[in-house]
């Protein structure tokens, strides 16, 4: 039961706009439009920032959007900030095996 | 203000049992679905496992079918996770998480989490 691929780490100067990928098959991303995105601060829990691909919870700043694109879906920063450095993780629903995680991908503001 | 609370998490030997505590707050526990998440240190998360509102339906990831088992007592705002026949790859932080209430298959809020470590 393999993880959704997403590249280990994205860096960006503050106010540039970053796109974290995460990429699965036809039997996740690609079948479904639950596709989910958190942000977990250092040693924190983490935090639901998309739901159903693009898709933001109250309170989560418009600064992050998500799209998604055949068997990839993506997530972008505007306007990035320190305190996003973070781990972002993305999720989907496989119904193998209910829900399945990104690999992560840990955010550098420089 | 939604609150979640894990408890029960300690070091434990190979092949020996473990039952996690949930404790809710802040919102009707019986009206959502509840999950168990882990995170080994240092590494990403994995979904554990799954239980509707009234306890009809239960989904384990394969990596715990057959040892884990999850259920809830809704009188009492409380979801739990009984592990048996512990591995050294089950080390991890153990967080639940609560379902949004329209079906996204997106967790809205988590606990701290609890560890769990594995090991002779």
């Known amino acids: 039961q393999s993880a959704l691929t997403q590249p280990a780490s994205v860096s960006g100067s503050p106010g540039q706009s970053i796109t974290i990928s995460c990429t699965g098959t036809?039997?996740?991303?690609?079948?479904?439009?639950?596709v989910s995105w958190y942000q977990q601060l250092p040693d924190k829990a983490p935090k639901l920032l998309i739901y159903?691909?693009?898709n933001r919870p109250s309170g989560v700043s418009d600064r992050f959007s998500g799209s998604k694109s055949g068997n990839t879906a993506s997530l972008t920063i505007s306007g990035l900030q320190a305190d996003d450095e973070a781990d972002y993780y993305c999720?989907?629903?496989?119904?193998?095996?209910?829900?399945?995680f990104g690999t992560g991908t840990k955010v550098t503001v420089l | 203000e939604v609150n979640l609370v894990e408890s029960g998490g300690r070091l434990v030997q190979p092949g020996g049992s473990l039952r996690l505590s949930c404790t809710a707050s802040?919102?009707?526990?019986?009206?959502?679905?509840m999950t168990w998440v882990r995170q080994t240190p240092g590494k990403g998360l994995e979904w554990v496992s799954y239980?509707?509102?009234?306890?009809?339906?239960?989904h384990y990831a394969f990596s715990v079918e057959g040892r884990f088992t999850v259920s809830r007592d809704n009188a009492n705002d409380s979801l739990y996770l009984q592990m048996t026949n512990l591995r050294v790859d089950d080390t991890a932080i153990y967080y639940c998480?609560?379902?949004?209430?329209?079906?996204?298959?997106?967790?809205?809020?988590w606990g701290q989490g609890t560890l769990v470590a594995v090991s002779s």
């Open positions: 998480a609560r379902a949004t209430a329209t079906v996204t298959y997106a967790l809205d809020s």
């Open positions: 802040g919102f009707n526990f019986s009206r959502f679905e």
């Open positions: 239980i509707t509102s009234g306890s009809d339906v239960r």
């Open positions: 036809r039997s996740d991303i690609g079948g479904y439009n639950h």
């Open positions: 159903d691909v693009s």
């Open positions: 999720s989907s629903l496989r119904p193998s095996s209910l829900y399945v």
